[in-house]
């Protein structure tokens, strides 16, 4: 199954400089040296390009090899200029590979790909392979710029106090709905309701089992990572009455259906319903209320890392706030340091569909790794939902 | 000095060869290929039965060695056993539909078609020069609701309001029908080509009629090629992945898309060893439905009169 949501490819329809101004980059001297003072040791770019001031090498024993290999989601979830400036800064040569999703990077990681410094696991994918032992414990001396991090992202279910991983973005889990063409929705009943009645035939859902099933758990007021038989029972009956009614169940056309108008109602990640709504004015994204998913993508390094100095290095340099708030406009995923809006495009950081507010935040459940056998009940309801 | 030495150590391999029993030199010839399909064939099947008898991890990604045989057990639930039925329902259905039209189209080309043959041939022949992927893509566009079908259709008052047939089976059908075509036309052309032409007149001069001599002599002739045709477009079919989901829209589900959904799902929704499971399970009954196939038809290879 692919994934898009970290694919922004500006040929289809997404956000371009033409609705969201570009990152400005002009950072002012002064604000360069307030915040290198801050930061003490951390590395610092200066603003136009590629000036290098303090330049600072981590202290893990020993120098950095010069390489280093980034293995991510798909090529536009990292952007090119902040790339550019790791590169230059610390004399290093990247390289990159893509994955389209979790269970790619757990399968290629567990045969034995070797190589990787960087991947980008979201947060249970991290659970599962800390587990494993197949990331390598971060050394938080060496990545400062965690003091930017904000607190909620410190203590997640799946890597509590970070041991393993840092967070490089977030999003939410909702339904984008046409405000043209259908009545105001708020909740996971509007959306079920009028999937099953305005919208039939004109509805997709994403082609992922966790955000499908945990929707409708949600729905139905259960936990999103729910494995209770019962529950899980209800969950199956609605499904099944959903399934006549959908357009399709896809995660690579979504945006694409939502811009040409041919979906007028989508389960979808917030950065994809934000994308068509480039397209489509009229589209707005619901965070139900009765609560959602937030998902947090991570950097983290391999334990087998030919490189684990330099990785620290390159985390902690897009941990830095005026890096970080510049990734924004590359990915239009939510950045997790409240330091980054003071640097951030302000159409963006306004933007409630990337920046909910506390309130909503404080609906939203994390998708943890599942019981094996709960994942397995889940597999078997999402394999009838897709072939009924 | 290497010149000179070259010959004779070329000539020493080439007598060592030759003293080889006949066996041997077929054996060393064979070499290569054997150690293709052993790497790249035969290992990956063998390492896909071992992983069939495997645990699921329960989140994707290999599973915990063992022996065990849930997932052959999962196979009898019924909503599996479905999906095998409308995978093989459509490759029959796609395997006739590509009969049906591809043997009047491969008679007239090697029959009626004279000097515009090779043009017509290679205008069968060139959309395969495009990527299977960017082709069914394109189905996608013209099957739109508002697509260039849709608004052909309606401009000619065929059709009231727009076509609803994206996402459904009867856009998967199109893309079957469109994209194995070409598959069964060439056997059947090849055999139509080849067909001695003088058994024909001599039908005729006996007094059959056109039907008849169709029946008796052109069909019959024929067959190996209608054979062939069959096979290379229902083999693919049974494992087809692409086509239901792009014009499916990933909702209706094929045999190959459950397969991969087992091996490329999110989260929970991939399990390693039950995607071996189906796939052991999809070989070992095309092998089966081949050799029925086959034996039925083993009398068509023995036809007399084979041209060529």
């Known amino acids: 199954m692919a994934d898009t949501r970290r694919t922004h490819d500006p040929a289809s329809g997404r956000l371009d400089t033409a609705t969201t101004p570009r990152w400005n980059p002009s950072l002012s001297r ?40 980034i293995y991510n989601w798909g090529s536009y979830y990292l952007g090119r200029d902040d790339l550019k400036a790791f590169q230059q800064q610390f004399n290093q040569t ?54 930017y991090v904000d607190a909620m992202f410190k203590t997640l279910p799946f890597d509590v106090g970070n041991k393993y991983s840092m967070p490089k973005d977030w999003g939410t889990t909702g339904f984008g709905y046409r405000s043209d063409l259908l009545p105001a929705a708020t909740s996971w009943q509007d959306f079920f309701t009028l999937a099953t009645g305005k919208a039939s035939g004109k509805t997709i859902v994403l082609d992922g089992v966790n955000e499908v099933i945990g929707s409708l758990c949600k729905m139905l007021g259960f936990s999103y990572n729910s494995v209770d038989p019962a529950q899980l029972e209800q969950v199956r009956q609605k499904l099944l009455a959903l399934k006549p009614h959908l357009l399709a169940i896809t995660a690579t056309d979504d945006i694409t259906l939502m811009s040409n108008g041919k979906a007028i109602l989508a389960l979808d990640w917030n950065g994809n319903v934000l994308s068509a709504q480039a397209q489509q ?56 340091e409240t330091e980054a809006f003071k640097y951030m495009d302000q159409t963006l950081a ?14 939203l459940e994390a998708q943890q790794a599942l019981s094996s056998d709960g994942a397995k009940l889940r597999k078997q309801i999402w394999d009838e939902f897709k072939a009924a | 000095m290497r010149a000179s030495a070259n010959p004779s150590l070329r000539d020493r391999g080439f007598s060592a060869i030759q003293r080889l029993p006949l066996w041997g030199r077929s054996l060393l010839l064979l070499a290569p290929a054997f150690v293709w399909y052993g790497v790249f064939f035969l290992a990956p099947l063998v390492n896909m039965v071992i992983i069939s008898f495997e645990e699921s991890s329960g989140y994707g990604g290999p599973p915990a060695p063992g022996f065990h045989l849930d997932s052959y057990r999962q196979l009898l639930n019924p909503l599996y056993l479905k999906v095998f039925g409308v995978t093989l329902r459509m490759a029959l259905l796609g395997t006739v539909a590509c009969l049906l039209v591809g043997y009047p189209l491969a008679y ?58 994206l996402y459904t089976p009867t856009a998967i059908f199109i893309g079957i029908l469109y994209n194995y075509l070409p598959l069964m036309i060439f056997p059947l052309y090849v055999a139509l080509d080849r067909l001695d032409k003088r058994l024909v007149e001599a039908s005729k001069d006996l007094g059959a009629g056109r039907i008849a ?59 390693w060893p039950f995607g071996a499971a189906l796939g052991v399970t999809v070989v070992v009954l095309l092998l089966i439905v081949v050799n029925i196939y086959l034996l039925a038809f083993r009398r068509v290879q023995s036809v007399p009169g084979q041209a060529g």
């Not at chain 1, 951390?42 to 600072?56: F, I, M």
């Not at chain 1, 567990?110 to 659970?127: C, E, F, H, N």
């Not at chain 2, 052109?218 to 290379?232: A, H, M, Q």
């Open chain 1, 30 to 69: 002064r604000g360069f040296l307030a915040a290198s003072a801050a930061v003490g040791a951390s590395a610092w770019l200066a603003a136009c390009g590629a000036q290098t001031t303090t330049k600072t090498v981590p202290k893990l024993g020993t120098k950095l090899e010069g390489q280093l290999h």
């Open chain 1, 94 to 147: 990247v390289t990159e590979d893509s994955y389209d999703s979790n269970e790619t990077l757990l399968a290629k990681v567990q045969a034995g790909a070797a190589g990787y410094d960087v991947v980008v696991p979201t947060g249970y994918m991290v659970q599962i392979m800390a587990a494993q032992g197949l990331l390598y414990p971060l050394q938080h001396d060496h990545i400062p710029n965690y003091q």
């Open chain 1, 281 to 336: 004015a009229a589209l707005q994204y619901v965070i139900p209320s009765e609560g959602s998913e937030f998902w947090v993508d991570n950097w983290a390094l391999l334990k087998n890392a030919p490189d684990p100095i330099a990785g620290h290095a390159f985390i902690n340099f897009l941990l830095d706030p005026k890096i970080s708030s510049k990734e924004i406009t590359t990915t239009y995923y939510a950045q997790c």
């Open chain 1, 350 to 363: 306004s933007n409630a569909v990337i920046y909910p507010n506390q309130g909503t935040i404080s609906r």
């Open chain 2, 108 to 165: 007239f080309l090697a029959t009626r078609a004279s000097r515009h043959k090779t043009t017509l041939l290679l205008l069968i022949i060139v959309p395969f020069w495009t990527s299977f992927l960017i082709r069914t893509y394109a189905w996608e566009t013209i099957l739109d609701s508002d697509g260039v079908l849709s608004n052909i259709l309606q401009a000619l008052g065929i059709t009231h309001g727009s076509l609803n047939v």
């Open chain 2, 213 to 271: 001599t169709f029946w008796q002599v052109t069909l019959p002739l024929t067959l190996p090629g209608v054979v062939t045709g069959c096979l290379l477009v229902f083999i693919p079919l049974t494992g087809e992945y692409l086509i239901p989901a792009i014009l499916g829209g990933s909702k209706n589900l094929f045999m190959g898309n459950l397969i991969g959904e087992q091996f490329q799902g999110q989260g929970a929704s991939s399990d």
